[in-house]
């Protein structure tokens, strides 16, 4: 398989204060982690800035603009500005969170013209909290949701498919797709955790939403009991043309942000059978973005698992 890897110096550009847990070094110690002989044959480039048209498939005109302009502005004077309690904004996070969602953008390109099989998106902030008109959790632009209404607009791709397994519920995804009987989501989250979404009964307005839900303390009998129970099993008859990954490694045991028990080993064997299926139904069209992960070590090694899983594929 030919995987690549897309990221942007300008991601480390998204400063957060001391302690906030969604940090710079967050995204150093991935990439340092795939720097290994392992990943020597990774294609890698870097991500272009996703532009105002591509933001407004997903998001709406005044909180685009509001992000690129009065907080930005702010964000410059005062160094850092709150989106909300959580969400932070320095001087370069909107060039970052333009990246991060380019980069899924450039992602989707490769693999839909077959220059690439599948892809990881080395990037921050990432995005699957952020709704159509809220920043949140972390999350400024919607990476995800936004490549994914690129590959339908620009190349034809109508059925999309997006599979979480960050810890945390990806209530902004959720929201996009709610509606769109061609959006699939699914996504594996410890219950109850923040954002306080992802129940089981919330299933879109066309059956197109699955939530299942893990316990405080569950592992990976029960993470992977989900996936082979109701989440392959859903998406397989869906049938996308495209499948996007929303990688956050915050369930590993190590994560001092929830509470489940995830090894590396659960990452590399989502990622094979999520990979597995693709080549079913999609051409094996697979693209990646790094979503949650704050324990360094854990997430580097969680995130090498992955790619290697892409890269096995």
Known sequence: MTTGLI??????DHETPPGHPECADRLRAVLH?????????LVRGEARQATREDLLRVHAPRFVDRILG???EEAVREHYVHVDADTVMSAGSAEAALR???????????????SLDNAFCAVRPPGHHAERDKAMGFCLFNNVA???????????LERLAVIDFDVHHGNGTQDIAYSDPGFFYASTHQWPLYPGTGSPKEQGANGNIVNATLSPGAGGEAFRAAFSGRVLPALEVFAPDIV??????DAHRADPLAELCLEEGDYAWVTSEICALARRVCGGRVVSSLE?????????????????????A
Not at 33 to 41: D, H, R, T
């Open 244 to 249: 996007f990954i929303s990688a956050g490694f």
């Open 7 to 12: 990221s942007h110096p300008s991601c480390l």
């Open 146 to 156: 936004i490549g994914a209404l690129h590959a339908r607009a620009v190349h034809g």
């Open 70 to 72: 009065p907080l930005t």
């Open 292 to 312: 949650g992960g704050y324990d360094l070590a854990a997430l580097a090694r969680s995130a090498a698992a992955h790619v290697r899983a892409l890269m096995e």
């Open 100 to 114: 991060a969602a380019g980069a899924v953008i450039d992602a989707v390109d490769l693999v839909a013209d077959k």
């Open 33 to 41: 982690g795939l720097e290994q002989e392992a990943f020597q044959y």
